[in-house]
């Protein structure tokens, strides 16, 4: 098939290695439990449906998973980490931000079995939402009720879960919605005009019904989703993890990490929610790499010169041929060929006027935005500092 007649999870750089589950529309799963209605979407390791749950009369969604095998540990991470969410404490209140799975089963194949969930079906991801908003910038009001929902998700993984999320992206972010009309809408669009899927053998791809992106029926709370990356909150880790443009400084130097990645990446999410674009985007799109030399720049232009132990320390041989320490106590040079960019994270920040609010929002995202995860912004920090307090009666 050639590569523009390719569609949906078609187009994903491994799907020949990846088995789906030829799911068709109408087809019902778990003893007859759930009818597939249409396809809400796809991704790396499963695709998920609008499902009507016929012991409940109620809408779902359905995830299907690729076929678990050696090849997609995401795909058990996730399942396994689903099953010790739900026999975690439900008594904190971000307990209710983490999307959990209402029921986990498996199905058979061609190839093998597939595990697949099912959950309260939810909006738009944070991704979509803001790209409804003039220069793809969310109010301030949605952001600051967001991270509130984000910062008590977080807390509860961490304390009563022992998880950390390691993905908190505006892609695995979820709008809640107030009612099912928008999933009455998708039933009905597709019983008027079905959908056709495109053989790929015997595999049936169906283009997704998109899910309408707007502000019109969110409530202002979100549900974090996606728990294929999630880790334990009480190791410490010295690997190479999370999404490119959302990696913690203390990975890119490659030196222990742990829970403080959770304030960095809800760090970065705030300023693309604002301001409509990255903070950092060190990726050479000619070969789709991530240049690691290109991110150390761009980060040493917002946050300055990484720490000198964090070069001592650093299990990349790469990182020590980038600085010169000679003479230096506390802090490194760099001397890489690649310039620092003339960038400051004043001048990135547009969405706030100068004034009182713009200061208090740079001192904000200055306490997440450092190199040593042991220095950053707790997630009480995040909660309590002032420029979110501003919002209270708002949110």
């Given at each position: 098939m050639a590569t523009a007649d390719k569609i949906e999870e078609q187009t994903l750089l491994r799907y020949p290695q990846r088995q789906y589950y030829p799911i068709?529309?109408?087809?019902?799963?778990?003893?007859?439990?759930?009818?597939?209605?249409?396809?809400?979407?796809?991704?790396?390791?499963?695709?998920?449906?609008?499902?009507?749950?016929?012991?409940?009369?109620?809408?779902?969604?359905?995830?299907?998973?690729?076929?678990?095998d050696t090849t997609t540990p995401q795909v058990l991470n996730e399942i396994q980490t689903l099953k010790h969410l739900a026999g975690c404490s439900l008594e904190h209140s971000g307990s209710g931000i983490a999307r959990l799975a209402d029921d986990i089963f498996q199905i058979d194949g061609p190839a093998g079995q597939h595990y697949c969930t099912a959950s309260n079906p939810q909006?738009?991801?944070?991704w979509d939402l803001r790209l409804t908003f003039p220069d793809g910038r969310l109010p301030k009001v949605l952001v600051v009720a967001a991270v509130r929902c984000l910062v008590g998700c977080i807390n509860w993984l961490a304390l009563d879960c022992d998880l950390i999320h390691t993905e908190i992206t505006s892609r695995n972010v979820l709008t809640a919605v107030a009612n099912?009309?928008?999933?009455?809408?998708?039933?009905?669009?597709?019983?008027?005009?079905?959908s056709v899927p495109v053989m790929d053998g015997t595999y049936p791809v169906y283009r997704s019904r998109e899910e309408p992106a707007t502000a019109r029926n969110i409530t202002g709370?979100?549900?974090?989703?996606?728990?294929?990356?999630?880790?334990?909150?009480?190791?410490?880790?010295?690997?190479?993890?999370?999404?490119?443009?959302?990696?913690?400084?203390?990975?890119?130097?490659?030196?222990?990490?742990?829970?403080?990645?959770?304030t960095w990446s809800i760090g970065i999410l705030i300023l693309e929610l604002l301001e409509g674009r990255n903070l950092f985007y060190p990726i050479d799109e000619e070969h789709n790499q991530y240049v690691l030399p290109v991110a150390l720049a761009q980060y040493i232009s917002v946050l300055g010169h990484p720490p000198l132990?964090?070069?001592?320390?650093?299990?990349?041989?790469?990182?020590?041929?980038?600085?010169?320490?000679?003479?230096?106590?506390?802090?490194?040079?760099?001397i890489c060929e690649i310039p620092i960019p003339a960038f400051s994270l004043e001048h990135f920040v547009t969405a706030i006027p100068p004034g009182t609010e713009k200061d208090k929002f740079l001192d904000y995202m200055r306490r997440i935005l450092v190199w040593?995860?042991?220095?950053?912004?707790?997630?009480?920090?995040?909660?309590?500092?002032?420029?979110?307090?501003?919002?209270?009666?708002?949110?």
């Open positions: 068709r529309l109408q087809q019902r799963l778990k003893d007859d439990r759930y009818t597939i209605l249409a396809k809400l979407g796809y991704g790396a390791y499963s695709t998920v449906w609008l499902a009507r749950d016929e012991r409940t009369n109620m809408y779902a969604s359905v995830k299907v998973f690729v076929r678990d909006g738009c991801n944070l099912d009309d928008q999933f009455v809408e998708i039933e009905r669009a597709e019983e008027l005009n079905p709370i979100v549900h974090l989703n996606d728990f294929g990356s999630a880790r334990s909150a009480s190791a410490s880790y010295q690997d190479w993890w999370m999404p490119d443009l959302y990696r913690a400084p203390e990975i890119l130097m490659r030196v222990p990490w742990d829970f403080g990645v959770e132990w964090m070069i001592q320390e650093s299990t990349d041989p790469t990182i020590p041929t980038l600085f010169d320490s000679q003479g230096k106590t506390h802090m490194s040079c760099w040593d995860g042991k220095q950053r912004a707790t997630s009480s920090d995040l909660f309590h500092h002032e420029w979110p307090q501003m919002y209270e009666s708002q949110t």
